[in-house]
């Protein structure tokens, strides 16, 4: 059997260096340059002669797109930085470059504002323009375009930097404002989703906690990461002031929200406490106009009633009633006269079929969270009276003075505000005998779903622990 097996490769060899000799002989030495290629090396050639970009087509001549099947491009040349440019500039290099060159030839008259265009190395390249001005990632073009083939190229004089969101400019600011509103009105409407589900099993049950949560979670975490992102882009605008400080105030909204459902929250990409959100809004309530200011006092009240810190939150609560600028209604139902803060338009499905507005900051809540933070201390008269402001103001029957409270007409209070789980979470950390029930809904376990879970991706990506239970 051995002797066989040595004949064989004996006579399998000459075959074998046969196929070697073949392939080496009339194989290809290297593989067929790529269209991609084929249209730098032309663009090479045109700009050969351009002392102004010399440096340029350097680098230019230094990297091949064996991936890129396309005659049409459209490239960005970079002037020859001076030592003053390159001090503050990206400098170019073979991997900078490939940001320089868009997949597609577009002519200046394409080159629209608000379009999107995408680089050879997949980065987004974000076109601005104000009648003849066109700029690319917030660098402007420099004269018209040259022709190269069936691409364009173009002079820019400085490097572009990489930026995952377009360079606003003044005259964005209308739309960034409206893709801001929009964003809260997604924010909003998830809110009310999760308070349905959580307290009336209305859009799921709690059987379906980790589904819930983790379309919350990233709703929440959206609107922070664009919110902070445009904070930054309009930082030094002044035209931008109120802009500037609505998203600011938002914001505080939505790391509220995150805070009392989850006990963190997500700012500057990092997992935050009690202590940070404190930090936070006081700074807002010494800085913004007063009725932002107001507003700010409030969600920081309500952070601070979750975190057992009653007495905070009951001394914020009383100075913003001393303000007299709170304002409560005649009725539980009738939510606008007591918005803090701003509604968000047709969240809420009404009895007819139509969508009302969701008000997730209200005067209400003072009292509310004043009452609370009287009980969470002992002080039982005291939160009697402040609870029962809102029952005369609603025309509700007074609460008896032997001290027992049926808090659940409060919870209803916080119906469709998005608001209203999170104080179950609050009630129970008070550590105290109340008379109010638990949602009744499917799956429900008090022992671990007063805080919800929290999706995996953010475990990893935060090094957050995960909640009790989960």
């Known amino acids: 059997m051995k002797k066989t097996f040595s004949l064989m490769w004996f006579i ?3 075959f074998m260096l046969s196929i070697v000799s073949c392939n080496k002989d009339n194989g290809p030495e290297n593989p067929p340059v790529s269209k991609g290629d084929e249209t730098v090396q032309n663009i090479v050639q045109a700009l050969e002669d351009n002392e102004e970009v010399s440096g340029f087509v350097e680098v230019l001549k ?24 390159t001090s503050r500039s990206t400098m170019l290099d073979s991997v900078s470059i490939k940001r320089h060159i868009a997949v597609g030839s577009y002519s200046k008259s394409q080159l629209t504002d608000g379009l999107v265009l995408k680089s050879v190395n997949d980065e987004n390249l974000y076109i601005s323009r104000t009648g003849d001005d066109v700029a690319v990632n917030g660098v402007e073009i420099e004269g018209e375009e040259i022709a190269v083939g069936n691409s364009f190229v173009y002079v820019v004089p400085e490097v572009f930097e990489s930026i995952d969101t377009p360079i606003i400019r003044e005259d964005s600011l209308i739309a960034v404002r409206d893709l801001w509103n929009y964003e809260m009105k997604t924010f909003a409407d998830q809110s009310f989703t999760l308070e349905a589900s959580l307290t009336m099993g209305q859009y799921g049950t709690f059987n379906e906690i980790t589904i819930l949560s ?3 979670w990233n709703t929440a975490l959206s609107a922070i990461r664009n919110g902070e992102k445009y904070l930054a882009q309009i930082a030094d605008m002044e035209s931008a002031k109120g802009l500037s400080d609505t998203i600011t105030l938002d914001l505080a909204l939505v790391k509220a ?3 009392a459902y989850y006990g963190t929250y997500i700012s500057d990409n990092r997992a935050c406490k009690m202590v940070d959100y404190e930090a936070w809004c006081n700074k807002l309530i010494a800085e913004l106009p007063t009725a932002m200011s107001n507003a700010s006092s409030l969600l920081l009240a309500k952070a601070s009633l979750c975190n057992a810190k009653y007495d905070e939150a009951k001394n914020l609560c009383i100075k913003l009633i001393a303000s007299g600028m709170l304002k409560l209604s005649d009725s539980p139902y009738i939510y606008e006269p007591e918005n803090l803060w701003r509604g ?4 809420i499905m009404s009895g007819d079929g139509g969508l009302i507005p969701m008000y997730p900051l209200l005067s209400r809540e003072a009292y509310l969270i004043e009452g609370l933070a009287e009980y969470g201390l002992g002080n039982t008269a005291e939160a009697i009276e402040t609870l029962n402001i809102l029952n005369t103001a609603y025309q509700g029957d007074a609460i008896s003075e032997d001290g027992s409270i049926n808090i659940n007409i409060f919870l209803f209070y916080m119906r469709s505000t998005g608001g209203m789980y999170p104080y179950y979470r609050i009630l129970t950390n008070m ?22 879970p ?7 990506e935060f090094a957050i622990e995960q909640n009790p239970g989960y």
Do not use: C
């Open 12 to 14: 399998a060899i000459p």
């Open 62 to 85: 230094k990297i091949n797109l064996p991936d890129i099947n396309e005659d049409k491009l459209t490239v960005f040349a970079v002037k020859n930085l001076t030592a003053a440019k």
């Open 214 to 216: 983790e379309r919350y």
């Open 257 to 259: 929200q995150m805070f």
């Open 344 to 347: 968000y338009d047709d969240i």
């Open 431 to 452: 550590n105290n005998m109340l008379d109010f029930s638990y949602p009744k809904v499917e799956g429900f376990d008090e022992s671990k779903h007063l805080l919800l």
């Open 454 to 460: 929290i999706p995996e991706s953010a475990l990893k």
